[in-house]
C-alpha cells in the first residue's frame, strides 16, 4: 500500500480497508469499511476498469465515507461501506461472485454489500450463495429489487419540500423541472413529476433512453444536453453525473432549486454551495435527498414491507425542512448544515456508547 493511500485512509477516518485477490478468477478487490459507529457499513459494490490501483482506492475511500454520512441522515442504524472491484463487466460469473462473497463473508457482517455501478440483483443472488451479508436481491428470491424507484421517489419528496420553502405550497404544477439524465432514477421521476403537473423536460446524452423516456411519457419534452444550460426553469434536477454544479454551469444556470438524485453534485462543496446562496437558488444536497434507494436495501435486512419503506422514503420531505431550516439559522450551506446534520447523530452515538 502507498504512503498516498495510508495518508488518505487517516484522513478520511477509515476504520479499515480490506484488499483481496483471487488468481483463479482474476478478481481484484477493495472493501473500504469507513465507520460503523451506527451499525454495519453498508454500500455497493461497483465493478470498474480503473486506470490506476490509487484510483481504485481513492473512489473506494470517497465512496464509503459518503456512505456514512447517507445512512446516518437518513436514519438508519448503518455505518458505511463500499466495494470496488478493478474489472470488467466480461469478467462477472458465478464463480467470479462466489469468490468475492466468500470474502465479504470473511469480515463476519461488519460490511454487507449491495448492487452498484455494473453490478445488479442477479450478481447479488450469486454473492448470497457465499454470505448472508447481502442485500440488493431480486424480489423472487425475497430481496427489495431495483432500488431506483425509491430514490426517485424520495427525489420528488424532497423536491416538493424545496417548492414549500421556494413558493410557500409543495405544489409543483406548471412549473418546469429540468430532469438531466433519462435513466433510472431520472424516468422514474419523470412520471412522479408528470403526475404531479409538472412541465417535463429532459436532457441524455444517450438517444435510446430519451427514446424509452418519451415512448413511456408522452408528454416530456426534449432538450439537446448541450442546450440545457441556456433554458429557463424552476427546478433543476441532475440524475446524471457528479460534480455538475461547478463555476460554468453557475455562470448559466437559471433555476430556482437544485434538487436531483446525482451523488456529488457540487464540484467544490463550500465554494458552489456559497454561489447558490448568493443565487438565490435552493439547494437539496444529494446524499440526504438521494437516500430512498439505500432506505429501501436497508430494510432488506430486516423484514421487508414495501409500504413500510414508502412511509420511511418519504421522511425524506421533513429532513430537508430541517436542513434549510438550519441552514438559514446559521448561514451556512444546506450542503454544510446536511453533514453537521449526520456527523452530530454519530457524535451522539460515540457518546452514548462511550457511557454504557
Ligand atoms: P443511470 O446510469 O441509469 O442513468 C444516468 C443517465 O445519465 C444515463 O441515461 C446517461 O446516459 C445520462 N447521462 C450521462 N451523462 C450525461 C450528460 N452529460 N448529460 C445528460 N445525461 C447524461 O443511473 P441512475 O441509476 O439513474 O442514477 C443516476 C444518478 O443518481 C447517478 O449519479 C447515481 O450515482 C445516483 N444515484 C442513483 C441511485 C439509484 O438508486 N439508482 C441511488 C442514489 C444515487
Known amino acids: 500500500m502507498s504512503n498516498f493511500t495510508f495518508n488518505q485512509i487517516q484522513e478520511l477516518g477509515h476504520e479499515q480497508v480490506v484488499y483481496c485477490h483471487d488468481a483463479a478468477t482474476g478478481l481484484n478487490a477493495i472493501i473500504a469499511i469507513h465507520d460503523t459507529t451506527l451499525g454495519p457499513a453498508l454500500g455497493g459494490t461497483r465493478l470498474w476498469q480503473y486506470d490506476s490501483f490509487d484510483a481504485a482506492t481513492t473512489d473506494a475511500l470517497r465512496l464509503s465515507r459518503g456512505m456514512t454520512y447517507k445512512a446516518a441522515i437518513s436514519g438508519l442504524h448503518l455505518g458505511g461501506g463500499k466495494a470496488v472491484i478493478i474489472g470488467n463487466p466480461s469478467m462477472k460469473n458465478e464463480m467470479y461472485w462466489r469468490r468475492y462473497g466468500k470474502f465479504v463473508n470473511s469480515l463476519g457482517g461488519k460490511y454487507i454489500t449491495a448492487e452498484d455501478v455494473n453490478t445488479n440483483t442477479a450478481d447479488m443472488e450469486f454473492i448470497n450463495l457465499e454470505t448472508e451479508h447481502v442485500t440488493g436481491k431480486p424480489e423472487y428470491s425475497g430481496g427489495s429489487g431495483d432500488p ?33 439524465g433519462a435513466g433510472s432514477v431520472g424516468q422514474y421521476l419523470v412520471g412522479h413529476l408528470l403526475n404531479a403537473g409538472a412541465k417535463v423536460f429532459i436532457c441524455d446524452i444517450n438517444q435510446d433512453r430519451i427514446k424509452q423516456t418519451v415512448d413511456k411519457h408522452s408528454k416530456v419534452e426534449v432538450v439537446a444536453a448541450a442546450d440545457m444550460l441556456n433554458v429557463t426553469f424552476d427546478i433543476y434536477a441532475p440524475c446524471a453525473l457528479g460534480a455538475t454544479i461547478n463555476d460554468d454551469s453557475l455562470s448559466k444556470l437559471k433555476c430556482q432549486i437544485i434538487a436531483g438524485a446525482a451523488n456529488n453534485q457540487l464540484e467544490v462543496e463550500e465554494t458552489h454551495g456559497r454561489k447558490l446562496i448568493e443565487k438565490g437558488i435552493i439547494y437539496a444536497p444529494d446524499f440526504l435527498l438521494n437516500a430512498g434507494g439505500l432506505i429501501n436495501v436497508s430494510a432488506e435486512i430486516g423484514y421487508y414491507n414495501k409500504d413500510l419503506v414508502t412511509s420511511a422514503v418519504e421522511k425524506i420531505y421533513g429532513r430537508l425542512q430541517d436542513c434549510l431550516s438550519l441552514a438559514e439559522a446559521e448561514n451556512i450551506t444546506a450542503q454544510e448544515a446536511a453533514m453537521r446534520m449526520a456527523k452530530k447523530r454519530i457524535a451522539d452515538m460515540k457518546e452514548l456508547k462511550s457511557r454504557r
Open 148 to 180: 431506483s424507484p425509491f430514490t426517485a421517489y424520495g427525489t420528488f419528496v424532497g423536491m416538493k419540500a424545496c417548492a414549500n420553502k421556494a413558493w410557500g405550497s409543495d405544489s409543483l404544477e406548471n412549473k418546469k423541472v429540468m430532469v438531466q
